[in-house]
């Protein structure tokens, strides 16, 4: 198993990044995958996760209104689109995997529990 999380990197406030997390030795159609935040000092911070099942997502309450997540199951990539950048979004960006526990309505805070997790991106919001 395999989470190659890129696409990070240094933007203004009010900006946009996509990240992306190609994944291997899965399938995205069987497992689900998340995406959690770690900043310096700070506890992670799952932010939102894709269902196997039907592709449905689910985000946190604190970032649901800028970032949205997506797949592209011909590629097994997911996706996080990042809006709206602020300072306090600065962090290592990391996606993972768990192949127990769903993704669903109310578990973005266990995404940084995931059993398998990539190297991380990081992003940096400065002017």
């Known amino acids: 198993v395999q989470l190659q999380a890129s696409g990070g990197g240094l933007v203004q406030p009010g900006g946009s990044l996509r990240l992306s997390c190609r994944a291997s030795?899965?399938?995205?159609?069987?497992?689900?995958v998340g995406w959690f935040r770690q900043a310096p000092g700070k506890e992670p911070e799952g932010l939102s996760c894709i269902s196997s099942r039907d592709g449905r997502t689910y985000s946190a309450e604190s970032v649901k209104a800028r970032f949205t997540a997506s797949r592209d199951i011909t590629k097994n990539t997911v996706y996080l689109q990042m809006n709206s950048l602020k300072p306090e979004d600065t962090a290592v960006y990391y996606c993972?995997?768990?192949?127990?526990?769903?993704?669903?309505?109310?578990?973005?805070?266990?995404?940084?529990?995931?059993?398998?997790r990539g190297q991380g991106t990081q992003v940096t919001v400065s002017s």
């Open positions: 030795g899965f399938s995205l159609r069987h497992f689900p």
């Open positions: 993972a995997t768990d192949f127990e526990t769903p993704c669903e309505i109310g578990t973005t805070d266990r995404i940084q529990q995931y059993d398998y």
